[in-house]
């Protein structure tokens, strides 16, 4: 420990900042990064070496040894001031449509079309035919139009939003503002980030009705509760729970009548976004968009960047003077999406017209055989060492849709089961996602029966190679 006139003495030693920036790292760091950020971790470092000066805890040898490597601590800290925040993921938890990995990812085809469209001026907002101001929405309409398989007499419209929060809240607060929407208190939900259905109803100016019991709710429920003041009759997919055992709820069928008789709009709020028969990815018990729209359900929102496989975004699709009237709501401009995520869904829409529904990777990775997930994994297996500190096997397993979606649908998958001679299980997965290798991975799998599980089901096949590099540096 030194004392305080140790401490003076070694404050005299202490380069200024003006030399640690003629230091030639440094100053080669400042012609790449620019001279604000390199002088502020400067700063910073000769700040930090006063500090621990000043509390004793450096000593004559200890100074100089912190002094010889200020360069390299300016380096560190600039390193740590661009290293981005948001980083790839490799997504090994076997949850295709994972909330906090960022749900669905993009095809190549909708990377491409963002990287085209950033770059450059688009018309957005322009009707290149006639010069004139155009509408972003027109991008999409056709698309949609097609993929809804509706009759044209309907003329079925379609907006978006910046998410499916927002898109329900612009319909509650177009059509239902000031009045009563009835809905079942079954479906009163919570999801993600305490996004709950009654907080969004008020928020919206429109006044919840609940009807029924949480298990059970029947069609005549609803009607009873129609009166003067109702505006709309609403039903909420379930997202991440399910109801089972002494149950009963209305049809939409029957929701779409009452509504007609009473001429009471009926908004669904699905959720999903399914543009596909969901019986071919193994998912049943859950209704797409192009089926709420056929049944007559007059507003019906949903998410891009669920089973539609596409960028996040909130999606209101229904009959023309509803829709109409949702765009006319001045919330929708403060709602409204960018051009790139117009270029997204336009190339994603673009493959399921074009029925190439495998360029879509969620769509892509809940469509692959168990069979072919086991060989990946048993492959991965044999390229541990066998005398090494992890035990790996490939066992049968489950993968689940997640992000809201057909909370009881599973998939059948292997996984890679592993546990490793020095670490828990716990501190196994920690090392797999803080980064085991040099340029760091991030391999995010989960723990089950003191097991760490990867699912290669959600991995990319180019990345098994960063999988295995990973395993090899905890194995040795």
């Known amino acids: 420990m030194s004392t305080k006139s140790d401490s003076k003495s070694l404050f005299r030693n202490l380069p200024s900042v003006d030399e640690v920036l003629r230091l030639p790292l440094v100053a080669e760091l400042a ?48 390193q740590q001031t661009f290293a981005p925040s948001l980083r790839t993921v490799i997504n090994a938890t076997g949850v295709v449509l994972h909330t906090n990995l960022g749900r669905a ?73 000031g009045g009563e929407v009835i809905v079942s208190r079954g479906e009163l939900v919570e999801i993600g980030g305490s996004f ?11 006044v919840l009705r609940e009807v029924g019991t949480t298990n059970r709710t029947r069609i005549g429920d609803y009607e009873r509760a129609i009166n003067e003041k109702t505006r ?23 929701l779409v009548a009452l509504g007609k008789k009473h001429k009471v709009a009926v908004m669904e709020d699905l959720g999903n976004g399914a543009l596909i028969d969901l019986r071919s990815i193994g998912i ?19 998410s891009g960047d669920k089973l539609l496989g596409g960028p996040q975004a909130g999606i209101l699709s229904g009959g023309r003077e509803y829709i109409q009237k949702i765009r006319q709501n001045p919330m929708f401009r403060a709602l409204r999406v960018d051009k790139l995520t117009y270029a997204a869904l336009e190339a994603v829409l673009s493959d399921y017209v ?28 044999e390229q541990l060492p ?10 049968a ?26 670490l828990s299980a716990d501190e196994f997965a920690k090392e797999l996602r803080t980064g085991a290798v040099h340029p760091p991975v991030v391999i995010v799998g989960r723990v089950e029966d003191g097991r760490v599980l990867l699912d290669l089901r959600t991995v990319f096949p180019e990345q098994d190679a960063a999988v295995v590099q990973a395993l090899l540096a905890l194995a040795r």
């Not at 790449?32 to 930090?48: D, F, H, S, T, Y």
């Not at 039903?235 to 729970?241: D, T």
């Not at 018990?285 to 949903?302: F, L, P, Q």
């Not at 992000?403 to 998958?413: E, F, K, S, V, Y």
């Open 31 to 78: 012609a790449i990064e620019g001279n604000p950020p390199v002088l502020e971790a400067a700063r910073m470092v000769l700040a930090q070496i006063r500090s621990e000066v000043a509390a004793g805890r450096l000593d004559e040898a200890g100074t100089k040894l912190a002094i010889s490597g200020i360069a390299e601590a300016v380096k560190r800290g600039l």
């Open 105 to 177: 990812p993009l095809s190549q085809a909708a990377i491409a079309r963002i990287a085209e469209t950033a770059g450059t001026y688009s018309n957005l907002e322009f009707d290149i035919e006639n010069g004139t101001r155009g509408k972003r929405d027109i991008h999409v309409q056709k698309l949609f139009f097609r993929l809804l398989n509706v009759e044209a007499e309907r003329a079925v419209q379609t907006v978006v939003v910046n998410n499916c929060a927002a898109a329900v809240m612009l319909a509650l607060n177009t059509l239902a503002e």
């Open 196 to 206: 709950r259905v009654p907080d969004v109803m008020a928020k919206s100016n429109a």
């Open 232 to 254: 709309l009759l609403l039903r909420v997919h379930r997202s991440n729970f399910a109801i089972v055992g002494f149950t009963e709820q209305p049809s939409v069928e029957e």
């Open 284 to 302: 049943t018990n859950e209704t797409g968009v192009a089926e709420s729209i056929r049944a007559g359900v007059d507003v019906v929102t949903y």
């Open 354 to 381: 074009r029925g190439n529904h495998d360029a879509i990777p969620a769509l892509r990775m809940m469509r692959i055989p168990a069979t072919e997930v086991r060989k990946r994994a048993e492959a991965v297996c």
């Open 386 to 395: 066998a005398k090494g500190k992890i035990k790996a096997e490939a066992v």
């Open 397 to 422: 397993a489950e993968s689940v849709i997640g992000g809201g979606t057909a909370p009881t649908a599973t998939l059948p998958t292997f996984v890679i089961a592993m546990t490793h001679a020095e």
